[in-house]
């Protein structure tokens, strides 16, 4: 044959060890089936193998092999050629040199420095083994082993330590407990009375063992079996023996061999040691690194490129084709040493693969390539999910593409790093993601599942919840939460209706420069007769009779309630500083820029939430937590929140293209409005300014919690302050589900966050919020009184987008088609219930929800029994009168 057959040994299957770190990932394990075959395999000048998905390679040009083989371990092995005619080869020469059968030719016969050059894949500067004395551990079943005597003083001759044990269980006992402290450098096993000891298995169950990998292991043999079988070494070499050793009682040799042997430990720990820092480096960059075989296989993945692309760390061997595509990809079998392309990735979580930059590499200890690197850089709107705060800023604001020179791109983005832009989410995503961190592959995955969610624009914007069952089911109630919590309901396909102000005379005019000024009547008396005052002396109660307030004020309910509960129980005028005839003048001035035609939006809804807002101020919780000019805030923005309400939604504006949704981009329109004006009105003049005497900063905080509460109204934001004010004092809800709204243990409420303000403005927004929709927790007349009145809005608003050609916010609302009680019974479960439950327990008021609950179940009684209609619900409304105790009908106790 000529030549000693060269083997690569090429594992595809990448393990890790029991520990679980990378470097053993990296590492190349041939199996026993396969070495027996390779042996067999060896004997023919040249194969190639494949099986159990390793392949091995025999060629019979090359007299040296390097392999990475053992159990769970990598290390060089350099072996002489064991056949062959070549007496000037190095091998040749190693054999002359000892009488040792196998010779590392490759490595310096002294090197006391315990440094070998590291090999060309590894930095020099990470290869470093402090020097250590020499250990030895021999392992030789007979105590008085002259070879084992041999060995021991050459190790103390060269000023190492050797100890001697006799069998496997002490050896293996030793290496445990000396674990971290005393892992010898070298071992020697006596193999030569397979009876007494069986060195094969003391050897795989050696590198069975923490931290052996970089132990040099020589097992040795008699002459006569070393010599019976050319490939008989394979079998110590499989099982985990560095070095096959004919037996010797040569001090010399012994010395020479045992330096050569720390000398290869140390090379090999050292690389271990580079190896697993290059690893924990490519682990911790944000760009996402793969390392593949010659075959594309990836073999190494870093924690970036699992997160993006949804891979576990754990994953074995798989072709990079299956996550990557690209000009990268084929430049990488084309040869090239380093290149620069695009490169496609595929998320496993996402239908829509990502286009990167991609910088790569081949490596290879000779010209055989052995691993291509990919650096894929995240560029702007991806990646970077394992961090938050400035990191994801970084990563998101800025297209990388754009910029020309990465060195350019890197120090301009270093910059970034010292602004103080961290918010309290981001620092929450860098948290969570620092948890990651070692933590089991389900928790990584649950905590990127919320770090996803984190990321979103639309944190408190939940989905509608069983949203299918509920279309299939009602789709009146389907119509009009969607038109209440969608932002989405703007037709920008309209024609352009030409005259901008499209709102019929109904409604009058909306446009925020027409302002209903009432000053003229800044001289009202208010006067009350007997059963006014005896009504507003009921003003404190929930059953409070709005609509009576409504008929004895002849639709001006708001100035009365509001002078008795504003100037009265809560002396607005004492934190504002101002008279009560300005207060009456503010009051007359707001509910005259209500419209009374609408048969909801009127004054009388103000009132009534102002009814309910003085109401909850009276509660405990708030009483002691709000201050009185807080209090005078939440009355003041009751009592304005719809001013100049148009009667139409929204959305209805912003199809309409009216100069309210231009003036405020189709954001918020209404509620922006209606904040606007409120202070446009108060401020335009000063018989009406209550915040005249306030000073600087008073106005501005009473304006800020104004404009607050007023905002807060707006129903597509619903859910947002639901969450928001759930999440800070019901969070250790135990049986919170994933929406941390709904749960069927009974919500524990945390009042300790109450002591920062950012959470006292949750408490007055959701105060506000459930004023604003308290109808449907009113007693049963009340409830069904309001239903009516915004059903017949709701009818109105779609007449008139018909009749205007207008799209149709909510189809539903067809006074010839809509059932009533369907669209209460929805309204309730899908936005009163959980929000009563919510602010209920907080204030302790449980009648709110029992109202509300009441209300669903009576609304399901009238529709089985088949009311449907307006008409159908007066009619049901008159029956309930007939029955109830008359009430009369005050003359108007106002005059001006
Ligand atoms: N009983 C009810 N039935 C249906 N919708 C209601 C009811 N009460 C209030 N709403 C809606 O809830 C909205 C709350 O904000 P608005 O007052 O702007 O407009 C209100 C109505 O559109």
Redesign the pocket.
């Known amino acids: 044959m000529g030549c000693t057959p060269s083997m690569l040994l090429d594992h595809k299957n990448r393990r890790r060890d029991s520990t679980g770190s990378q470097e053993a990932a990296l590492a190349k394990v041939a199996p026993t089936t396969l070495c027996n075959k390779a042996v067999q395999a060896a004997r023919a000048p040249r194969a190639s193998l494949e099986s159990d998905g390793f392949s091995i390679q025999l060629s019979s040009k090359k007299d040296s092999y390097v392999s990475q083989m053992g159990n769970n371990f990598a290390t060089q092995l350099h072996i002489k050629r064991i056949s062959g005619s070549s007496s000037g080869s190095p091998g040749a020469r190693a054999g002359r040199r000892s009488s040792l059968a196998l010779t590392p030719e490759d490595e310096p016969l002294v090197d006391v420095t315990n440094r070998s050059p590291p090999p060309a894949n590894i930095p020099t500067a990470l290869i470093y083994s402090p020097p250590e004395p020499l250990e030895l551990l021999c392992v030789f079943p007979e105590r008085t082993s002259r070879v084992c005597a041999a060995a021991c003083s050459a190790v103390e001759r060269a000023g190492g330590e050797a100890r001697s044990l006799r069998c496997a269980r002490e050896t293996l006992d030793a290496l445990r407990r000396d674990n971290d402290t005393r892992v010898p450098h070298v071992i020697v096993v006596d193999a030569r009375q397979p009876q007494q000891l069986d060195a094969l298995l003391l050897a795989r169950a050696i590198r069975g063992t923490k931290n052996t990998q970089h132990v040099y292991l020589i097992a040795i043999v008699k002459k006569s079996a070393y010599l019976k079988d050319e490939f008989g070494v394979l079998a110590y070499l499989e099982a985990g023996f560095n070095r096959v050793m004919v037996e010797t009682v040569n001090t010399t040799a012994w010395c020479a061999e045992v330096l050569q042997a720390r000398s290869s430990a140390a090379c090999s720990r050292a690389q271990i040691a580079a190896t697993a820092a290059l690893a924990a480096a490519a682990d911790r960059c944000r760009d996402l690194v793969a390392i593949t075989d010659d075959q594309q296989r990836i073999l190494l993945t870093n924690k970036s490129w699992c997160r993006m692309l949804g891979w576990r760390l754990e994953e074995g061997p798989r072709p990079i084709h299956e996550a990557a595509g690209g000009e990268a990809l084929r430049l990488a079998t084309t040869g090239a040493r380093d290149w620069e392309a695009p490169v496609t990735l595929r998320r496993r979580a996402a239908p829509d693969p990502i286009m990167l930059p991609c910088r790569g590499a081949t490596i290879g200890l000779t010209k055989t390539t052995s691993h291509i690197v990919f650096v894929c850089e995240p560029s702007a709107g991806e990646g970077d999910r394992g961090r938050g705060s400035l990191h994801s800023i970084r990563r998101g604001s800025l297209d990388v593409r754009s910029v020309a020179s990465d060195g350019l791109r890197r120090t301009s983005l270093a910059k970034l790093q010292g602004l103080p832009l961290e918010a309290p989410i981001t620092k929450v995503i860098s948290l969570l993601s620092a948890a990651t961190e070692g933590a089991p592959p389900s928790t990584v995955a649950c905590i990127e599942r919320a770090v996803d969610m984190l990321r979103t624009s639309e944190l408190y914007s939940p989905q509608m919840r069983d949203e299918t069952k509920l279309r299939v089911e009602d789709p009146i109630a389907t119509d ?1 939460i969607g ?2 919590l969608s932002r989405e309901q703007v037709n920008q396909n309209l024609v352009y209706m030409g005259n901008a102000n499209v709102l019929s005379s109904r409604r009058s005019s909306n446009d925020s420069t027409v302002v209903r000024s009432q000053t003229n009547r800044t001289n009202i008396k208010h006067k009350t007769t007997g059963q006014l005052r005896e009504l507003l002396d009921t003003a404190l109660s929930w059953d409070f009779e709005i609509f009576r307030l409504e008929d004895l004020t002849r639709g001006r309910p708001l100035a009365h309630l509001g002078l008795a509960l504003m100037g009265g129980r809560f002396d607005v005028c004492a934190a504002l500083e101002c008279d009560e005839r300005t207060l009456l003048h503010w009051l007359t001035v707001i509910e005259t820029n209500y419209h009374a035609v609408n048969t ?2 009127n004054s009388t ?1 103000a009132a009534d ?1 102002l009814q309910a807002v003085a109401y909850f101020l009276e509660k405990d919780r708030l009483k002691n937590l709000l201050e009185p000019v807080e209090a005078a805030a939440a009355l003041i923005s009751a009592a304005a ?2 001013i100049d ?1 148009p009667g139409t ?2 959305a209805f504006l912003c199809n309409a293209r009216h100069p309210l949704a231009i003036l405020y981009n189709d954001v918020s329109v ?2 922006s409005h209606h904040a606007a004006l409120t202070f446009k009105l108060t401020l335009n003049d000063d018989r009406v300014n209550i915040f005249k005497n306030l000073d600087r900063d008073t106005y501005k905080t009473v304006r800020h919690h104004v404009i607050d509460m007023i905002l807060a ?3 597509t934001k ?1 859910f947002e302050h639901l969450a928001k004010f759930v999440n800070v004092f019901y969070a250790k809800s135990s049986g919170s589900k994933e929406d941390g709204m709904h749960t069927d243990e009974p919500l524990s409420l945390d009042t300790t966050a109450l002591s920062q303000p950012e959470n006292v403005l949750l408490v007055k927004r959701m105060m506000i ?1 459930c004023a ?2 308290s ?2 927790s009113r007693p049963q007349k009340f ?1 069904m009184e ?2 009516r009145r ?2 017949e ?2 009818f109105l608003q779609t007449d008139e987008e018909k009749a205007k050609d207008l799209p149709v916010v909510m189809p539903m609302f067809d006074r010839a088609t809509c059932s009533i009680p369907r ?2 019974i ?3 479960d899908y ?2 219930i959980d929000m009563m439950e919510a602010w209920a327990a907080f204030i302790d008021m449980p009648e709110l929800v029992n109202h509300a609950r009441s209300n669903n179940q009576h609304w399901r009684e009238l529709d089985e029994a088949g009311v449907t209609t307006l008409a159908d619900v007066k009619r049901v409304q008159r029956q309930n009168a007939i029955q109830a105790p008359p009430t009369t009908t005050a003359e108007p106790t106002t005059e001006e």
Do not use: P, R
């Open positions: 009009l038109a209440l909801y939006h809804h939430v929140h719809d309400h939604s929204s209404l509620e109204t707006e129903m619903h919020k604003d929709v109808n449907a409830a309001w239903a915004i059903a809005e709701y669209s209460q929805g309204f309730i936005i009163i």
